[in-house]
């Protein structure tokens, strides 16, 4: 079955380690996103990358960094510049602009 | 930019109808989108509207948008337990741009 992983489920971070998030998809689709998710708000946008080898700033990129080397694959990586990282993470695919995300099941990231 | 806006909280009885609204600002906004989040878990697509639409049924899905006013509104008829989830708004096509704004979302309670 087609769909989107992210892994770990449950991550744990020390303070001052960077951390990599992976996101895995066989959808086939173009573009993929990093939005990260905190209680009782909405999802606000990390990255975003519409085609290989290329990807652009979201909303809250500071402390983050992302690569797109593979059309199915899309890590995110939380660096020790970011100064709150303790959050829901979620990556999600597109077909085609416009037409919906399918999402992974998300990482939770805990600072220890 | 846009913003979203979404009630909390909404409680319903088992067998009711829920009604979930959510109001947007950018009347330029194409693309209209309701998406489920379960405890834990990824947001999942429900159903979308295009604004060239008033509405959109779908089993026992309802979406109704009312442009003039920037509102939107998911109807679950028949509610049951395993609706109880977050309810998520999300707009995009303002200003050329794809990538939706996402509401807080409405934490869906159904009781028996």
């Known amino acids: 079955d087609g769909g989107i992983t992210q892994s770990p489920k449950y991550l744990f971070r020390k303070e001052g380690q960077n951390v990599t998030l992976s996101c895995e998809q066989n959808?086939?689709?173009?573009?993929m996103y990093w939005y990260r998710q905190d209680p009782g708000q909405g999802l606000r946008l990390i990255y975003y990358s519409q085609i290989v080898n290329d990807f652009q700033k979201g909303d809250i990129a500071e402390g983050y960094s992302v690569s797109r080397e593979k059309k199915e694959s899309f890590p995110l990586t939380v660096t020790s510049a970011q100064k709150n990282p303790t959050a829901f993470y979620l990556c999600?695919?597109?077909?085609?602009?416009?037409?919906?995300?399918?999402f992974g099941s998300g990482t939770r990231l805990t600072v220890v | 930019g846009e913003d979203v806006e979404q009630s909390l909280f909404l409680s319903v009885r088992e067998g009711d109808s829920s009604v979930i609204n959510c109001t947007y600002t950018?009347?330029?906004?194409?693309?209209l989108y309701w998406y489920k989040q379960e405890p834990g878990a990824g947001l999942q697509l429900l159903t979308y509207?295009?604004?060239?639409?008033d509405m959109k049924q779908d089993q026992r899905l309802t979406v109704l948008l009312n442009k003039k006013d920037k509102h939107l509104s998911l109807r679950i008829a028949d509610t049951q337990t395993g609706d109880s989830a977050i309810y998520f708004c999300a707009v995009s096509g303002t200003g050329g741009s794809y990538i939706p704004t996402f509401g807080r979302g409405t934490s869906l309670i159904v009781h028996p």
């Open positions: 959808l086939n689709h173009d573009a």
């Open positions: 950018d009347s330029s906004s194409t693309y």
């Open positions: 509207i295009f604004s060239n639409m």
């Open positions: 999600a695919s597109e077909m085609k602009l416009a037409y919906g995300y399918t």
